[in-house]
């Protein structure tokens, strides 16, 4: 029997198949009129992504921002038409109390055109009902773990007896791409560890990729894979038969133990004559001679472009729409309760809803004592991110088994461990999972938490894909990265960040700092925790450091804005010497030998060349006078992009290879990272500048 012929098992109403037909033939049509996009998997997967809005998602379409709704992840972010067509035909109002739409129809013929609100796959921030981007396979699912983990989190810290403000599930639809990804694998173990009891993975197993059949490099069985994780896994023989559908939803709800994968068995582009159940029908346009024939499967007018029923609007506007609102009115009550027993609770609740930092939260914050001895600054991280975390009853996070080294770890009394059964744990242990840790800081940020991974710094290329993916949702996530430099010394080459400080750098919209002391890393932290659209990281030293003493250096303060100078802020210096990190010592050490011997030196320490950029042309100009072109700059890290503040005649003293098994100070000495070599640099620069200007 094919697809096409395949019969639900129980009587299916009129209205919940035009309902059905309605969501297809909206994605067929709007993939058409685009000429681009993925119209197989919507056509397949309409009778689960119904059954699922309309009968079972907790959301009310007029408050589509609700703290408590349930989240729904299109993993499979390339059947993005899937989505747009429930938020049109669900009603969901663009802003909470609303009467725009978030999805108009207008909106669906302008399917991937652009600044639409349908872009080709869900960008959260974009469209409103869209609760993550997704898009790069494997990492919405991830990030569905992060919002279950985020919402138990949630439950079991604001919940009062009788009082249920936080009980929301998690449910994401994925492909099999979805789940040949690491990141899902990884994020699917810690979740069945976890006992994520409050999230359901819906797995559209209908065994086609671009290239082919997934018999061409797909053979496990996914099941039992599951299973071995520690997860409920359901069957559905067919996404049409939405009784069950229904029934796996249902022993979801009152599973209480286990995460819950539903595996359904779809056809891709279902009623497709030609295309349907082949790779064509993934991702290409059907073609009109197709489109006709699937409508006509359907029982549709063949000609009919974007057409909206009468009566399935009304269908869902008594289904989600009277159900959504009920459950509204209901946790609003709760919320008044909440308000007259407790209202330091439902200030907490406000302020994590709408991102706002609690009074007194930088109360504690550290500030140290000069200290040539000093310590490195992944101890001084962790004593100030300590001292946020107990202000801060939202901050949450950890390590991907590396707490004991990135010293992030939350040790005052209380923090607890989140575990399967301490939901409401400070301390998340990620395991050796980089890729997943990334993806579910980014749900728990979704979800309103502040929230941190963190590992080794050269370990930041196995998250790559998240943090920009938090960049580009503008989340206000952050990252700890630890043993930024050759400073690793015997690790080797292996552990030794060259590339990655760069590679952060060029994100858009990521803030990267990399402290030069303590006091340096006090305020970074204020700069990060500050951030209310951005995500940031922070680059941090194995080895100690000198605490400086500001009382002969600039006020640390001024890293709030990039750079700064610390020394030697008096006159037109004769050499500006640049640097970040371990290295800003270096060039303290070249600019005390200098100004001893009577040059007119200045030392800028440039802790984030993001903050810089975003400072006026003045006060960049007033750090480093363009007049001044005798100038060196230090960085243990790619030389590359250091001759926008070195000037193209400066001097970079940078890494060009990887580096080496060793001693540090072995290694220093071989690379260069040394004052005596800081000092010479200097000195040349001077001496060719003054050529220069005598030949002028």
């Known amino acids: ?83 747009y067509a429930l938020l049109h035909l669900a009603g969901v109002a663009e802003t909470d109390g609303g009467n725009a739409p978030a999805v108009s129809l207008e909106d669906i013929k302008n399917f991937r055109q652009l600044d639409s609100k349908t872009p080709g796959h869900p960008e959260y921030h974009f469209t409103t009902g869209v609760e993550t981007t997704t898009g790069p ?48 694998a990884e994020a699917a173990s810690i979740a069945g560890h976890l006992r994520l009891s409050n999230l359901c993975w819906i797995y559209d197993n209908n065994t086609i990729t671009i290239e082919g059949h997934t018999e061409l490099a797909f053979s496990e069985e996914v099941a039992t894979r599951f299973l071995a ?15 069950a559908i229904a029934g796996a939803l249902e022993t979801f709800l ?11 068995n779809s056809v891709i582009g279902f009623g497709a004559p030609s295309k349907q159940n082949t790779s064509k029908a993934h991702s290409d346009a059907l073609g009109e001679e197709e489109a006709r024939g699937a409508k006509r499967a359907y029982g549709w007018p063949e000609d009919a472009q974007f057409l909206v029923p009468d ?21 609003e009550g709760f919320l008044a309760e909440a308000k007259a027993s407790d209202p330091a609770l439902a200030e907490e609740i406000a302020a994590i809803h709408e991102g706002r930092l609690p009074e007194g939260w930088d109360s504690d914050i550290p500030v140290f004592p000069a200290d040539a001895k000093g310590m490195a600054t992944r101890e001084s991280s962790g004593k100030v991110l300590n001292a946020i975390a107990k202000n801060l009853p939202h901050l949450l996070g950890g390590s991907a088994d590396l707490a004991p080294s990135n010293k992030t770890k939350l040790e005052f009394e209380g923090a607890g461990t989140l575990s399967p059964f301490d939901p409401g744990g400070r301390n998340i242990h990620f395991g050796v999972r980089e890729h997943a840790m990334g993806s579910i800081v980014n749900g728990l940020g979704l979800v309103g938490l502040r929230a941190y991974g963190a590992t080794f710094l050269v370990f930041a290329d196995y998250m790559r894909p998240p943090i920009r993916l938090a960049a580009l949702m503008e989340l206000p996530v952050f990252h700890v990265f630890t043993h930024d430099s050759i400073g690793v010394g015997e690790d080797g080459p292996t552990h030794q960040p060259v590339e990655q400080l760069l590679s952060l750098r060029c994100i858009p919209g990521l803030v990267t700092l990399r402290p030069a002391d303590a006091n340096e890393v006090s305020e970074a932290y204020r700069v990060i925790m500050g951030l209310k659209n951005q995500p940031a990281v922070l680059a941090l030293s194995r080895q100690p450091l000198p605490t400086l003493d500001r009382t002969r250096f600039a006020s640390a303060a001024g890293v709030a804005r990039g750079a700064y100078v610390l020394a030697g802020g008096d006159d037109t210096p004769d050499v500006i010497l640049i640097g970040t990190g371990s290295e800003v010592q270096l060039c303290i050490g070249a600019y005390e030998a200098l100004t001893a011997d009577g040059v007119k030196a200045r ?58 098994s060793a001693p540090i100070k072995d290694l220093q000495t071989k690379f260069g990272f040394t004052p005596d070599k800081v000092l010479q640099a200097a000195r040349d620069q001077i001496a060719k500048h003054q050529i220069a200007k005598h030949r002028t």
């Open 1 to 83: 029997m094919s697809g096409a012929d395949t019969k639900p098992t129980g009587a299916l109403s009129e209205i919940d198949k035009l309902s059905i037909d309605t969501i297809r033939t909206l994605a067929i049509d709007a993939v058409q009129k685009a000429n681009s996009g993925h119209p197989g998997a919507p056509m397949a997967l309409a009778p689960v992504a119904y059954t699922l809005w309309n009968r079972y998602l907790r959301y009310d379409p007029a408050h589509p921002h609700w703290p408590n709704r349930d989240r729904f992840v299109l993993s499979a972010g390339h059947a993005s038409m899937l989505l």
């Open 137 to 184: 396979l494997g990492q919405g699912v991830a990030n569905s773990v992060g919002m279950a983990i985020g919402g138990r989190f949630l439950g079991e810290t604001l919940n009062r007896p009788d009082l249920p403000l936080i009980d929301y599930n998690v449910y994401a639809i994925c492909s099999d791409g979805d789940l040949m990804e690491g990141v899902a």
């Open 229 to 243: 994780y520690g997860w409920q896994v359901l069957r559905v023989a067919d996404a049409n038969d939405v009784h």
């Open 254 to 264: 009152q599973s209480g133990d286990r995460p819950t994968l539903i595996v359904v």
């Open 311 to 331: 009566g399935v609007v009304e269908n869902f506007r008594a289904g989600i729409g009277e159900r959504g609102a009920a459950l509204y009115a209901d946790w």
């Open 603 to 660: 030392v800028v320490s440039m802790p984030s060349w993001d903050l810089f950029e975003r400072q006026t042309q003045a006060y960049r100009d007033a750090v480093l006078p363009s007049r001044v072109l005798a100038r060196v700059a230090v960085e243990q890290g790619s030389a590359i992009g250091w001759d926008r503040y070195a000037g193209s005649a400066g001097t970079i003293i940078g890494m060009h290879t990887f580096g080496s």
